[in-house]
């Protein structure tokens, strides 16, 4: 793996959350735009990079949201 995918697995790393998802910073809640882009940049550098994403702990929280007016549970939300 390139420098830049070792690097990017380090800074993700402790943002993932066991409940699923990344936070936008540590110790924060996971956020649906958050874990987009991580896992949007982990698909770009590819090789063992994208192994890291816990999919099964994502899997559930994501389905539970209604991504038309919440990016994550209990706030963001707005009115369609």
Do not use: K
């Not at 896992?39 to 389905?63: E, F, K, N, Q, T």
């Amino acid at each position: 793996m390139l420098i830049v995918g070792i690097r990017l697995v380090e800074t993700l790393a402790p943002l993932q959350n066991t409940s699923g998802g990344f936070a936008g910073g540590h110790g924060q809640y996971s956020h649906l735009a958050t874990s987009y882009a991580a896992v949007l940049c982990l698909a770009m550098v590819g090789g063992d990079a994208i192994r890291m994403i816990d999919r099964m702990a994502m899997y559930g929280p994501s389905m539970a949201l209604d991504p038309s007016t919440h990016l994550d549970p209990g706030g963001d939300g707005w009115e369609a």
